[in-house]
């Protein structure tokens, strides 16, 4: 089956843009978490979504926020975009919750984002 | 507040020794905890988990809460076996948190 699909892969903004990144888990999963990837802080969590509702958030500020649809698919928005927001940002899917088992989550390859 | 600490960044050890990579946690109660792996080029998967008492690729690795460690061993590391490899924990408030990783090289 398909995996985790992120998109875009790559992108350029500049400071004060606003950006939108997309999640497609596998098929079935209903728990989508995502990650901010830096080579300072390691992989950091941001939020994870089940069944469209916001289980757990990160110590991120309100800049970042993420909503689910019904279908399970998963978007993550950053406004006011700092240069410090250029990071991988990862997205992982699971069957059941991360807060409800120790279960597998299984990754996407990531949307790599810089900002100007 | 809950931390997983990766002591060492790099790591490098020859094909058929044995390998430990450590990992130490901060957390009052009782942890989950995971062991992840980013192969070159490859999506960061699942490698074990405490409560399965797995071996995966020939890797163990014991919760000792004492020591509040989670080391991940091989006795006969394979070039195979070069990676990235993080540590994570999930607590009570069911975040997932993750150390720095350690970078192992397995050289022939």
């Known amino acids: ?116 | 507040a809950q931390r997983v600490t990766q002591p060492e960044k790099l790591l490098s050890v020859f094909k058929g020794a044995p390998v430990e990579l450590k990992c130490n946690y901060s957390y009052s109660g009782s942890p989950e905890l995971f062991w992840y792996v980013q192969y070159s080029r490859q999506r960061l998967q699942l490698l074990l988990r405490h409560i399965s008492r797995e071996s995966i690729k020939g890797f163990t690795a014991d919760l000792n809460k004492g020591e509040t460690s989670f080391h991940l061993k091989k006795p006969f590391a394979q070039e195979e076996d070069s990676a990235m490899y993080y540590c994570a924990l999930i607590g009570s408030n069911y975040k997932l948190t993750f150390g720095k990783g350690t970078l192992l090289t397995v050289n022939p």
């Open chain 1, 1 to 116: 089956k398909a995996g985790v699909t992120q998109t875009p892969r790559y992108l350029i903004k500049t400071r004060g843009q606003q950006v939108t990144l997309s999640c497609s888990p596998i098929s079935g999963h209903r728990s989508v978490s995502w990650y901010q990837q830096t080579p300072g802080q390691g992989l950091q969590f941001l939020f994870e979504y089940f069944s469209e509702t916001q289980r757990n958030k990160g110590n991120f500020p309100g800049r970042f926020s993420g909503r689910q649809f019904s279908n399970s698919r998963s978007e993550m928005n950053v406004s006011t975009l700092e240069l410090g927001d250029s990071a991988l940002y990862l997205c992982a899917s699971s069957f059941l919750s991360v807060a409800g088992v120790a279960g597998e989550l299984f990754f996407g390859e990531g949307s790599r984002l810089t900002v100007l």
